[in-house]
């Protein structure tokens, strides 16, 4: 049931999504709730393509960057625009881990590394969609075993509910028939001023993030394995700052990550615990928007490696024009036994709730 009004809030339609993709049907879904504000996904990728809220004015706008046509998201210059990530979301260093001493080789697909479940990952492909409600999507992707060298056939559900306090809320379940590894997440670029051409920078946001620690990186982006404080560091987010006051300072971890591109170890009273992750609050607009996770890391990214490609309705997505929030178990983490398990057995299931909640500072 996906009921479609001839106007839609974000100005997108179906019929330029309605498609055969992969042999399967892709199609836009809209998520509205009672007071009118739209998200808008299409099962490829579970892409979100509109996220429809408005200013301190009661001015709307899209917040999230994305395409108006099934074409430009199969073959958008930033591949991982918005999507769901997986079999393992982020890097896996020389795309190489063991697993009861049975080594398992990856795709290479940055630099040395394996990314983001590599180049046919879960951002690549089609998802069996259903629309429960006219605020809630259910998509479900089977990864066959041994797709893009992970072990185990794995069994994926992911919800997609936008409630009536503007929390667009993401809950993973996931379950597999061998021993595999799991990291799932959403890749969504957010900009809370408003998609434009040119969107603006994301160097005014003022941004808070809930953690003391961080994962220092190499020149390729993997953990070199300590749990450092962010204290007298740029990472330091647990006041809010905008996020351009110290991204270009001479430090050698804004080098290797080209601005922020670290995963925080987020401060948890218990492990899987829901709480908040961060905040961030767009001054010209007044929107907010605050990150809630059951996960232990979340990497924040600047979107540094951005090339102004084209996107909704003409917009242009400059470099850091916007940031992500990929909750999520931390990098390399089946090379580093140290770091929480992503280890899912057949007798367990996955389990990760993510929400993003918007909202206005008047």
């Avoid at 990728?45 to 509109?50: D, F, M, Q, R, Y």
């Avoid at 994301?202 to 962010?230: H, K, S, T, W």
């Avoid at 990150?291 to 003409?314: F, K």
């Amino acid at each position: 049931m996906n009921e479609n009004p001839i106007e839609s809030l974000s100005g997108l339609k179906q019929e330029d999504f309605k498609q055969e993709v992969q042999g399967k049907p892709v199609n836009l879904y809209f998520l509205r709730n009672s007071a009118g504000n739209e998200v808008a996904i299409t099962n490829y990728a579970g892409a979100i393509v509109a996220i429809m809220v408005p200013d301190r004015n009661g001015k709307y706008a899209n917040v999230i960057q994305g395409h108006d046509n099934i074409d430009e998201v199969v073959n958008s210059p930033e591949i991982y625009l918005s999507t769901l990530i997986g079999r393992y979301g982020n890097r896996i260093n020389k795309g190489k881990f063991q697993i009861d001493g049975k080594e398992y080789t990856l795709a290479i697909n940055d630099g040395e590394n394996a990314l983001h479940g590599g180049p046919t990952g879960f951002h690549a492909r089609v998802w069996d969609a259903e629309q429960l409600d006219k605020q809630t999507l259910k998509l479900n992707y089977v990864a066959a075993d041994m797709e893009e060298g992970f072990p185990g056939k794995l069994d994926v559900t992911v919800i997609y509910s936008w409630t009536d306090d503007n929390e667009l809320k993401i809950e993973y379940k996931a379950k597999t028939d061998k021993k595999t590894i799991i990291n799932l997440t959403n890749h969504g670029y957010f900009a809370l001023a408003g998609l434009a051409n040119p969107t603006p920078t994301i160097e005014d946001l003022e941004c808070e993030v809930n953690a003391d620690f961080y994962l220092p990186i190499d020149a390729g982006c993997i953990p070199l394995g300590n749990i450092a404080p962010v204290e007298n560091t740029p990472f330091d987010f647990r006041k809010p700052k905008t996020i351009g006051q110290d991204i270009e300072k001479d430090d050698q971890q804004l080098k290797n990550g080209n601005g922020y591109d670290h995963c925080y170890v987020l401060n948890k009273n218990e492990e899987g615990e829901l709480s908040f992750a961060a905040r961030i609050y767009e001054p010209n607009s007044g929107r907010t928007m605050e990150v809630y996770t059951t996960e232990p890391g979340m990497q924040m990214y600047t979107n540094n490696w951005g090339q102004g490609h084209h996107g909704t309705h003409g917009a242009t997505y400059p470099r850091r024009s916007a940031i992500c929030f990929e909750a999520q178990h931390f990098p390399d983490s089946p090379n580093r036994p140290y770091f929480p398990s992503v280890i899912l057995r057949p007798e367990d299931e996955y389990t990760q709730t993510t929400i993003y909640k918007f909202g206005v500072k008047k």
